[in-house]
C-alpha cells in the first residue's frame, strides 16, 4: 500500500485544517517585479516551491498566499494575501 | 539498417510460431551513446519518438539520438486516455489535430505496427440549446475546413449512441451531441512502441536512463548537453518532454507561461462490450467526465485536472470521485461496476491552452510543449511538423501559430476563452 | 427440482448439517450453507471449473480464496440487472442468488473460442500489435471487442448510494490479523481511541487455521479474549471494510459486505497515526499445465477447510519451497484429504520440523529439492510431473486429484508516512511470535504519536507455524517449447514463454513488461503475479529481484464499485438546485423551467404557446405592445462598501465607478487580466462609499471571487495599496423583478402605492430610488435590457411574491428566457454568446469605454498589435438579405475577401416586431456594415445571405426605453 504523500488539508488562517475541496487554486505568482506581460503569462514552476495564490472559496472566502511543494504535495507555508508577511 | 526487426503480419506470427524462440527482436536496440550528433531529441515520449522517426524518414538525418531520463514512453503517451479527435474552434488547432487525425488513420500502416486506431466516434454532449449553438459554431468551422462533424439532436444522439439514455429525468437535461465520426481512440502504449520501433529502424539511437542536466552554449549557439551519461555534443537540440517543460524553462533560464498540472485516468475491470464511442459530459458546477470503453473491456475516463500544479503523479482521492460521479451519471447501468486502476500523468498547460512549438533562447534550441489535454492526439502531426521546422530550421504553417511569442503580440489561441488560467476559479 | 448435492463427501465434520440456502450456478440449482461462499458452496458440491480465461478461454478454477482470486469471477443477478466480475470466494451467497460464469459462449464446459488455445503461441504476448493492421484494426475491433472483457454488461442497476461517515481516531489499525490485534490491544491499552479494520468478514487472519497458541491459549480463544478486551476500552471494529486509498491525512475505507455492492458505506477517516498490518499474500509458482482446475494456493485450501468445513480435493500434492507446507499438510491430512506428497523446492528442511517425519512415517513421500513440472490430465488434474531439481530429466509421475503450490509471500509493499506504521507479515515478520510483537510495538508507537503517554502492558507472546525459511523459487524447469502453459497471470493468460518474448523484444525493464504483456492489470490486480512476474524477468535476465521491482501500487488498492465512488451526488442530487424565490409561482403558473447553472429558470409559458419559439415570440411581442415581468433574482448581486470602495471598483472596472453619482447606476464592463472582457453589469452608487454591482448569473460566482482577488491581491501594479473596502455577495439577499414596457411606470405605481408615484416618474434613464414596499427595503431602478422602459426591482425574498402577484393583478404577465432573448437581440446587447472569453473590448464595440483611460485590471494587456488587426472581430447586428430566411447562432460566416470564414453568428431569434430573422455576429474589421456575406451553417444544412447592420436593430435612438409611460 501505498498512501500519497499529498497533503489534503490546508490550514486556513481562520478556520484552521480544512479538506483541499474547500479551497481553489487561482495561480501561480509570476516573480517579484515583474513587468504586467509577466505578471499574466510568466510562471515559476519549481519542481521544490511552488508560490500559488489560493481561495478558501467555500469557507471564509479569504484569499491565501500557499508555499508548497508540487513534487511531494506538501503544504510548507500559508499566509493571509496581502497581509503584511 | 540497424534495427533487425521483422516485418510484422498474421504471416510473420505465423513463421515465429514454426520457427520459435529467435525470431522476434528487440523492437528497438539502446545503443551506446556516442559524443556527437546531428540532433539531440530530448525525451522518448510520443512526441520525442515521432520527431525521430520523421526527422530520420523525411528529412534524411542520420545521426539522432533521443536522450530518455527513464524509460521509452514512460511519461504521458502512456497516461491518456486514448482519445484522438480533430474536433476543435480555432482554425489553427482543427488544422493542426486534423492533419493529426488523417495520420492516426494510416499509422498503423505507416509504422507496420498496429495502433488500433479505432474510430468510433467522439460526442461532445450539449445541455442546452445555448450549448446547442455553441456546438454547432465549432462543427460548422471544422465542416467548412473539411473535418467531419455532425450536429446530433436528442433523437439522433439515441440513435447513434443508445447506450445513452436521453429520456431519463436528469438533473442536467442532454439536449444534443457534436459528433465526430472519425475521432475515437488508439491504444496509448503502442504508439510510443510503434514510433520507438520505426525511428530504430531508421537508425536512430534511443538511449534510456539518461537524463539531461544542462545545456552548453557557445558563442550564443547551444553546442550540446549535460547528461547523466557525461556530455554530448549536438548541432540542434530538441526538448519534447511535456510535463517537465517548465524545468527546461529554468535550464535555459527562460520563464515559460506553462503551469505544470496533474491530470487522472481510471479504468473500471473489464466487461463485455457495453459503451461504442466515446462520451464528453461537461456539467454546472465544475463537472466533467470523459469516457470511453478499451477494446480489452475496461471503461476508461477521465476528467479535470486535480487543480493546482503538481509533480506528484498522485491524483486527489476527490478528483477520482467527481469523475466517477459524471460517468455514474450518464451511465447509470454502470454503478455497480468497479474502478480497478487508476493513473495521473502531469501536464504542460498553457496560458492560453494550446501548445507551444517554437525555438527557445538559442536558434538551435527548439522546444515542443504545454500540450494541455491535446498532446496525446497531436503525435502523429508534431512529430512530422516539428522535424521539418528541426530539419529546416522554419516552421512550417501547421504550426506557425504555436509560437511563443503569440502571448506577446496578442495571437492567443484560447479555444476555451479560459484566459491564461489553467484552473477556472 | 433436481439439486446437484455431492457434498457429504467434501464436507467435513457437523457443517453437512445446515444446508438452508439455495441459489444456481449457470443455470443448474445448488445448495448451500448459511456462510457460504460462492466458491464454497461450488467446491463442496464437486464444482471445480468455475470461468475461463481471457485469453485462451481455457477452464479455470479457484486458485485462492480472496480478492486475489483471478479466474472464478461470476456475474450475479439476471440480465439486465447484474453485477459483472464478483469475486467467488468473497461472494457470500444468499437464497435464490443466481451465478453465472464468464469468458464462455455458449457453456463453460463447451466454449467455442477455446478454440483459440490451439493459437497458443501463434497468439502470444502482443501478438495484436503485429497484426489486424490490413485493412484496418475497425475490420477486426468489434469481435476482438465481444471476445475480450470479462463479465457481462449490466443493463440496470439498482444500488442505492454508499453511507458516508466521516471520523477522526486517535490509531487507525488496517488488518485484524494476530499482528492488527496485537497493535489494537497495544494502542487501546494505551488510551488511544482505535479503530480496526478488517478486509474480511472475520478476524484472526490465518489464527483461523494455523495451529497456534498465544498467551497460554489456543489461537481461537485468544482472539475471543483479544476482542472482549478490545471491546471493553471501546475499540470500533469494521470487518468486510477495506482500506482504498487516501493521503498522509486523509485515509478511505470502503465497506462492501459478502462480496458484492449492497449497503456499502465509505469512511473517509483521520488518524492521528495508522498501522498497516494487511498482510501478505501467497503467491503461486509457475509450473506448466499450473492453470488446471485444481491448483490452488495451500492458504486458500487451508481456508476453506477451516472456515466452511470444505475439502477442496481427495488427492493431495503439495508443492512449496518453504516450511509452512508441512504443517498445512499435517492439517489438511486431519481434515480428512488424503496427502499423496509434498515437494519441497529446497536442498534441506528444517531439522526442527517433527512433522515431517510423522507425515513421513504416515505414507507421504516428502521429496526435497524436487519440483512439481507439470500437471496431467484433461480438464481435471489426474496426477503431476515431478523431478529432482538436479536432475529434471528423471521424471516421475504421481497420481491425484488437487496440487496445492505455495510460492511464498508477496507483502503489500507499503510505503507509509511518518506517522504510518507498518507491522506483521506485511513487514516481513511471518511468524506469529514476531508477528504479535511487531504489531504490538507498532501499536504503541503509534499510541505515542497520538499523544499516549500510558506505555504499560506488554505484547500477547505466542507461538505458531515456523518461520517459513524461504527458497525463492519462481518456477520449476521446462522444456522452453511448454514455457507457454507455465501460467504467470492466469486472468490474462501471461506465460513465461511471453516474459521471455517481452525481453527477446526489448521490452526489458518491468514496467515495459508489464505493459506489453498485460502481466498483473487483471481484477487480482497484481497479488498473485506480479511479484512471481517480476521474480521470473529477474531470473531470465540474469538480474538480482530488487532491480527489477519498480512500479508501486496506486489506489483503489481493491476494486471499488462506481457506486461508492459515485457517493451522494447522483440523479437529481448531482448538483444542488437553485431556486428562486418565485419557483413555485413559475411551477403553478406553467412555466417551462431550465437549468441555467444551478439556477432554475423559465424559459417560456406554457399559456403562451406550445413550444419555446411560438411563446417566446408571443411572450416578447407583448412586452413591446404592453409591457412584461421577468424574474431576473438569479442576477449575481455584489455590495462593495468602505472608505475605498470607488476606487477599489475603477480598478477592477474597464470605466470608472468613482464618477457615478450616488442614486445613478452605470454599464460597466470587467477586463480579465488578458484583457479580454470578462463581464458586464450595471454599478449602483448606494452612498459615498457603497456600491452594488451586478454581475451575469452564469458568471456570479466567479466575479465574487475577482472581486475579492482584487481586494488584497498586491502585486498589481495599480494595487499597490491594501484597499479598506468590503466585498458581500447578496445575490440570494435581493430577488430581482425587471418590468418591461411601455405600462410599466403605470402598473408599478399601482403595485407600490401612491407615495412612489412621484419617485417613480422623476426616475431618469439609469437612475434608481430607495424606499420600502410592505415595510421591507425596495431599490427601483430605472434601466433596460429589453429596449422598453423598463425598471429592475430589488426586493426582499420574502415580499418578492407579493410584489410579483401584485405587478400581474395589475396586467403585467410574465415573460421567461426566450423572449428576453429576442428582446435583448433585437437591442444588440450582450450575453456570454458575444463575451465569451474570446473577446476584447475592441472586438464587442466598446471602444469609447477604453478610451476613457481608466487604468484597470487588463488594461495594460489591450495594447498588444494582435488585439488591433483587421482579422479580429467586431460585433455586427445581422439580417438576412431577403428580409425572411431563417439563420442560426453557431453558423460560420464566409465573405468575399477569403474563402475561411470571417467571424461567425453568436446569436439569432425571429423578431415578431421587425418580423424577420435577426441576429448578432462577430466579423473580421475588414468587413464593414451593409456588406453581405454568408451564414454558412452545413451541419444544419442552412445557407443564408445576411448582411451585417448594426447591432442594434430596434430604434436605435432609444427612444421607447427613454420615453414617458402611457397608461394601459
Not at chain 3, 922 to 933: E, M, S
Request: hydrophobic content about 40%; glycine content about 10%.
Amino acid at each position: 500500500m501505498t498512501l500519497a504523500t499529498l497533503q489534503t488539508r490546508l490550514t486556513c488562517p481562520f478556520c484552521g485544517p480544512r479538506h483541499l475541496s474547500e479551497f481553489v487554486f487561482h495561480k501561480t505568482v509570476a516573480p517579484p517585479n515583474a513587468s504586467p506581460f509577466a505578471e499574466v503569462y510568466e510562471r515559476i514552476d519549481n519542481p521544490n516551491l511552488s508560490i500559488e495564490h489560493w481561495q478558501h472559496v467555500r469557507g471564509c472566502r479569504s484569499w491565501l498566499r500557499v508555499h508548497r511543494n508540487p513534487s511531494s504535495g506538501s503544504v510548507l507555508e500559508i499566509h493571509l494575501l496581502g497581509a503584511a508577511i | 539498417m540497424r534495427g533487425a526487426s521483422p516485418h510484422y503480419s498474421a504471416w510473420s506470427l505465423l513463421r515465429a510460431r514454426i520457427k520459435g524462440h529467435g525470431y522476434w527482436q528487440p523492437l528497438w536496440t539502446g545503443h551506446k551513446l556516442q559524443e556527437a550528433y546531428d540532433v539531440v531529441i530530448v525525451g522518448a515520449g510520443g512526441h520525442g519518438l515521432a520527431t525521430a522517426f520523421h526527422l530520420a524518414r523525411d528529412h534524411g538525418i542520420k545521426r539522432i539520438a533521443i536522450l530518455e531520463k527513464r524509460l521509452v514512453g514512460y511519461g504521458n503517451v502512456g497516461r491518456n486516455t486514448t482519445i484522438v479527435r480533430s474536433n476543435y474552434l480555432l482554425p489553427e488547432n482543427h488544422y493542426f489535430y486534423e492533419d493529426s487525425l488523417r495520420r492516426w488513420a494510416t499509422l498503423s500502416r505507416d509504422l507496420n505496427y498496429n495502433v488500433m486506431y479505432s474510430p468510433r466516434g467522439v460526442l461532445d454532449l450539449a445541455l442546452s440549446e445555448d450549448e446547442m449553438s455553441k456546438a454547432a459554431r465549432r462543427g460548422n468551422a471544422m465542416r467548412l475546413a473539411g473535418i467531419d462533424a455532425e450536429l446530433l439532436d436528442r433523437a439522433a444522439l439515441k440513435r447513434y449512441c443508445p447506450e445513452l439514455d436521453t429520456q431519463r429525468a436528469r438533473r442536467f437535461p442532454i439536449v444534443g451531441a457534436l459528433l465526430q465520426r472519425r475521432g475515437g481512440t488508439v491504444r496509448h502504449d503502442a504508439v510510443a512502441w510503434g514510433y520507438a520501433r520505426a525511428a530504430s529502424a531508421l537508425g536512430v539511437d534511443i538511449i534510456e536512463d539518461c537524463e539531461v542536466t544542462g545545456v552548453r552554449s557557445t558563442a550564443g549557439m547551444a553546442s550540446g548537453v549535460e547528461t547523466t551519461r557525461g556530455y554530448v555534443e549536438a548541432e540542434r537540440i530538441v526538448f519534447a518532454t511535456a510535463g517537465h517543460t517548465a524545468m527546461i524553462g529554468s535550464m535555459l533560464g527562460v520563464p515559460l507561461p506553462i503551469e505544470t498540472h496533474l491530470l487522472q485516468a481510471m479504468v473500471t475491470e473489464p466487461i463485455k462490450p457495453l459503451l461504442n464511442t466515446v462520451l464528453v459530459y461537461v456539467y454546472p458546477g465544475h463537472g466533467e467526465t470523459y469516457i470511453c470503453q478499451s477494446d480489452r473491456g475496461g471503461l476508461v475516463m477521465g476528467g479535470m485536472l486535480d487543480g493546482f500544479p503538481s509533480y506528484t503523479r498522485e491524483g486527489r482521492w476527490d478528483r477520482m470521485e467527481d469523475v466517477v460521479e459524471g460517468a455514474v451519471d450518464l451511465l447509470p447501468h454502470i454503478a455497480g461496476c468497479k474502478i480497478l486502476r487508476h493513473w495521473a500523468g502531469t501536464n504542460d498547460m498553457t496560458m492560453d491552452g494550446s501548445p507551444i512549438m517554437d525555438r527557445l533562447r538559442y536558434d538551435n534550441v527548439f522546444v515542443n510543449a504545454g500540450w494541455c489535454y491535446g498532446g496525446f492526439k497531436a503525435i502523429p502531426a508534431s512529430g512530422a511538423a516539428f522535424a521539418t521546422f528541426v530539419a529546416t530550421g522554419s516552421a512550417p504553417d501547421l504550426i506557425k501559430a504555436y509560437r511563443l511569442s503569440r502571448f506577446t503580440t496578442g495571437h492567443l489561441l484560447d479555444e476555451r476563452g479560459g484566459g491564461p488560467f489553467p484552473v477556472r476559479l | 427440482m433436481s439439486h446437484r448435492d455431492t457434498q457429504a463427501a467434501t464436507r467435513v465434520g457437523t457443517r453437512i448439517a445446515n444446508k438452508s440456502i439455495k441459489f444456481s450456478f449457470d443455470g443448474q440449482e445448488y445448495l448451500a450453507q448459511s456462510g457460504d461462499t460462492a466458491a464454497s458452496a461450488l467446491l463442496a458440491s464437486g464444482v471445480r471449473e468455475m470461468g475461463r480465461s481471457v485469453k485462451y478461454r481455457r477452464l479455470r478454477g479457484l486458485l485462492a480464496a480472496g480478492p486475489e482470486e483471478p479466474n472464478a469471477l461470476f456475474t450475479v443477478g439476471n440480465f439486465p440487472n447484474i453485477i459483472p466480475n464478483v469475486s467467488a470466494p468473497q461472494l457470500v451467497l444468499r437464497n435464490g442468488m443466481a451465478l453465472r460464469s464468464q469468458n464462455r459462449w455458449p457453456s463453460l464446459k463447451w466454449d467455442v473460442a477455446s478454440l483459440l488455445q490451439a493459437g497458443g503461441g501463434f497468439l502470444g504476448a502482443g501478438f495484436y500489435y503485429k497484426t489486424f493492421i490490413w485493412p484496418s484494426w475497425k475490420t477486426y475491433e468489434k469481435l476482438i471487442r465481444n471476445l475480450a472483457g470479462l463479465g457481462a454488461a449490466p443493463g440496470v442497476c439498482s444500488l442505492s448510494p454508499p453511507k458516508i461517515m466521516y471520523a477522526s481516531c486517535d490509531v487507525l489499525i488496517a488488518g485484524a490479523g494476530p499482528a492488527g490485534l496485537a497493535a489494537a490491544l497495544a494502542a487501546a491499552r494505551a488510551g488511544a481511541n482505535v479503530w480496526l479494520i478488517e478486509r474480511e468478514p472475520v478476524v484472526g487472519g490465518e489464527l483461523e487455521f494455523e495451529a497456534s497458541e498465544i498467551d497460554g491459549l489456543p489461537g481461537a480463544q485468544w482472539i475471543a479474549a483479544t476482542l472482549a478486551e478490545l471491546a471493553r476500552r471501546d475499540v470500533k471494529i469494521f470487518t468486510d471494510t477495506t482500506i482504498m486509498g487516501g493521503s498522509s491525512d486523509l485515509i478511505i475505507a470502503h465497506r462492501e459486505a459478502g462480496g458484492i455492492a449492497g449497503n456499502n458505506a465509505v469512511y473517509r477517516m483521520k488518524p492521528r497515526a495508522m498501522v498497516a498490518a494487511m498482510g501478505a499474500v501467497e503467491r503461486p509458482i509457475a509450473f506448466v499445465g499450473n492453470d488446471r482446475p485444481g491448483v490452488m494456493l495451500i492458504n486458500a485450501a487451508e481456508k476453506f477447510l477451516a472456515r466452511y468445513g470444505v475439502k477442496i480435493g481427495h488427492e493431495l500434492v503439495l508443492f512449496a519451497n518453504h516450511d509452512r507446507v508441512y504443517a498445512a499438510a499435517a492439517r489438511l491430512q486431519a481434515g480428512g484429504m488424503r496427502i499423496r506428497a509434498i515437494i519441497d523446492t529446497r536442498l534441506t528442511a528444517s531439522e526442527t520440523i517433527p512433522l515431517r517425519g510423522d507425515l513421513m512415517r504416515s505414507g507421504i513421500h516428502c521429496l526435497l529439492n524436487t519440483a512439481v513440472l507439470a500437471t496431467i490430465g484433461g480438464n481435471r488434474i489426474t496426477g503431476v510431473k515431478i523431478a529432482p531439481l538436479d536432475a529434471p530429466h528423471q521424471v516421475r509421475t504421481l497420481a491425484c486429484d488437487s496440487v496445492l503450490v505455495s510460492g511464498g509471500w508477496s507483502p503489500a509493499t507499503a510505503q507509509l508516512t511518518q506517522s504510518h506504521f507498518i507491522a506483521g507479515a506485511e513487514h516481513g515478520c511471518l511468524e506469529l511470535n514476531a508477528a504479535l510483537h511487531d504489531g504490538y510495538t507498532a501499536g504503541r508507537t503509534a499510541a505515542q504519536v497520538a499523544g499516549k503517554t500510558d506505555l504499560s502492558g506488554t505484547a500477547p507472546r505466542g507461538h505458531g507455524d515456523l518461520t517459513p525459511s524461504l527458497m525463492p523459487f519462481w518456477r520449476s524447469p521446462s522444456d522452453p517449447i511448454r514455457e507457454k502453459y507455465q501460467f504467470v497471470d492466469l486472468q490474462n493468460d501471461v506465460t513465461v514463454a511471453d516474459l521471455r518474448a517481452a525481453l527477446a523484444e526489448g521490452f526489458n525493464d518491468i514496467e515495459h513488461v508489464k505493459r506489453y504483456t498485460t502481466l498483473g492489470v487483471g481484477t487480482e490486480q497484481g497479488r498473485t503475479s506480479g511479484l512471481l512476474g517480476a521474480g521470473i524477468v529477474a531470473e531470465l535476465k540474469g538480474d538480482p529481484l530488487t532491480k527489477v521491482i519498480t512500479s508501486r501500487e496506486r489506489p483503489p488498492y481493491y476494486p471499488m464499485t462506481l457506486s461508492s465512488l459515485a457517493g451522494l451526488r447522483v440523479n437529481g442530487a448531482l448538483r444542488p438546485t437553485r431556486k428562486t424565490a418565485l419557483h413555485q409561482w413559475h411551477e403553478s403558473n406553467g412555466a417551462v423551467l431550465e437549468s441555467m447553472g444551478l439556477w432554475m429558470r423559465p424559459r417560456y409559458y406554457q399559456a403562451n404557446g406550445a413550444d419555446a419559439f411560438t411563446a417566446g415570440i408571443a411572450e416578447a411581442r407583448r412586452v413591446r405592445s404592453i409591457g412584461g415581468i421577468i424574474d431576473s433574482s438569479t442576477l449575481g448581486k455584489i455590495e462593495v462598501a468602505g472608505p475605498d470602495a470607488a476606487a477599489f471598483l475603477d480598478t477592477i472596472y474597464l470605466s470608472k465607478a468613482s464618477t457615478i453619482k450616488i442614486g445613478r447606476s452605470k454599464y460597466m464592463v470587467n477586463l480579465r487580466e488578458d484583457g479580454m472582457v470578462l463581464d458586464d453589469g450595471i454599478v449602483l452608487r448606494l452612498a459615498d462609499d457603497r456600491f452594488l454591482a451586478t454581475v451575469s448569473s452564469g458568471h456570479a460566482e466567479h466575479m465574487l471571487s475577482h472581486f475579492e482577488y482584487y481586494c488584497v491581491a498586491r502585486h498589481y501594479p495599480t494595487i499597490s495599496d491594501i484597499r479598506a473596502v468590503s466585498v458581500t455577495d447578496v445575490t440570494e439577499s435581493w430577488s430581482v423583478i425587471a418590468v418591461a414596457g411601455s405600462t410599466s411606470r403605470h402598473a408599478l405605481a399601482q403595485v407600490l402605492g401612491n407615495e412612489w408615484l412621484a419617485k417613480i416618474a422623476q426616475l431618469t434613464h439609469m437612475d434608481f430610488a430607495v424606499g420600502l414596499f410592505q415595510g421591507h427595503d425596495i431599490k427601483v431602478l430605472r434601466a433596460s435590457f429589453s429596449g422598453e422602459l423598463a425598471f429592475e426591482l430589488h426586493c426582499r425574498p420574502t415580499h418578492t411574491l407579493a410584489l410579483w402577484e401584485g405587478l400581474v393583478a395589475a396586467g403585467l404577465l410574465p415573460y421567461g428566457l426566450e423572449a428576453l432573448d429576442i428582446l435583448r437581440v433585437e437591442k444588440g446587447y450582450l450575453v456570454s454568446s458575444e463575451i465569451n472569453g474570446q473577446t476584447t473590448p475592441f472586438d464587442l464595440g466598446m471602444d469609447g469605454l477604453v478610451k476613457q483611460k481608466n487604468t484597470c485590471v487588463g488594461r495594460e494587456l489591450l495594447n498588444r498589435p494582435a488585439f488591433h488587426e483587421a482579422s479580429r472581430p467586431r460585433l455586427v447586428g445581422l439580417k438576412a438579405v431577403d428580409g425572411k430566411s431563417k439563420f442560426l447562432a453557431g453558423a460560420q460566416l464566409i465573405g468575399s475577401l477569403a474563402p475561411r470564414p470571417c467571424g461567425h453568428v453568436t446569436s439569432t431569434v425571429y423578431s415578431p416586431t421587425l418580423k424577420e430573422w435577426i441576429g448578432l455576429g462577430l466579423v473580421a474589421r475588414d468587413y464593414a456594415l451593409g456588406d453581405i456575406v454568408r451564414a454558412h451553417d452545413p451541419l444544419r444544412s442552412g445557407n443564408t445571405r445576411v448582411l451585417l447592420v448594426s447591432p442594434v436593430h430596434l430604434d436605435p435612438s432609444g427612444a421607447r426605453m427613454k420615453s414617458m409611460s402611457r397608461a394601459p
